[in-house]
């Protein structure tokens, strides 16, 4: 067995043989060229974000995005991500569709042994996050969490175990508050109610480059 196949089970292990230093050196380097880019240089950008993760993705991503190796990341059309989000993905994260990100959001697949005489060795559980999720500014999701789909992580909250699709969950550790229900079909903050007119107006002040920008995502 290799050393990344023991990656890949969750078995302990270390870092600096197999040419992953190098693999990791080369990830900074695309990093760096990725957090300098000029704002608008979009041409650049799909370029450099091809090279990040290996495949075209049509997910945005505000600079600047930390990352180990980039190659272990997925993340599925339409997401978005905002500034300063930190993915440790030595381990594997896969995201899915429409997901938003608020800043500085990180996501760990490492940990230690807590016993500090073993303390040099690592290992991975991967990281899940379902379609349409919206994960607030400030969360911590740690190794082996995976949260379903269309669920809402409240700003600052720490992930540490599994958050089941169709709920709103925070804290620290984050719990589950309540589910989606029909509330928030009628209501979209506090008391400020969803107004159909409301939004036909703002999908005309939008133009016709975003009047179908759902449909596109949900394709």
């Not at 650049?44 to 993705?57: N, S």
């Not at 997901?99 to 899940?128: C, D, K, S, W």
């Not at 309540?178 to 007119?197: H, N, Q, T, V």
Request: charged content about 30%; overall charge negative.
């Amino acid at each position: 067995m290799t050393m990344r196949e023991r990656i890949l089970q969750g078995k302990l292990y270390t870092d600096e043989c197999e040419g992953m230093p190098e693999e990791r050196l080369e990830a900074k380097k695309r990093m760096k060229a990725f957090n300098d880019l000029i704002p608008g240089d979009l041409e650049q950008k799909r370029i450099l974000m091809e090279a990040i993760f290996g495949k075209t993705t049509d997910a945005w991503i505000e600079p600047p995005f930390y990352f180990c190796y980039g190659t272990h990341i997925e993340i599925g059309k339409g997401s978005y991500l905002n500034m300063n989000c930190n993915f440790i993905d030595d381990g594997l994260i896969r995201i899915g569709k429409n997901v938003l990100f608020g800043a500085a959001v990180t996501i760990a697949t490492v940990g230690h042994p807590v016993n500090p005489q073993m303390r040099e060795y690592m290992y991975t559980a991967p990281v899940a996050i379902g379609d349409n999720c919206w994960i607030g500014a400030n969360v911590t999701i740690l190794p082996g969490v995976t949260i379903g789909e269309n669920s809402v992580i409240g700003a600052g909250s720490v992930v540490v175990r599994d958050i089941p699709e169709n709920v709103v969950a925070c804290g620290n550790p984050c719990r589950v508050v309540r589910g989606i229900g029909e509330r928030d079909r009628l209501f979209y903050f506090r008391d400020r109610k969803i107004d159909p007119e409301d939004l036909e107006e703002e999908r005309k002040l939008r133009g016709d480059e975003w009047r179908n920008y759902g449909e596109r995502n949900s394709e």
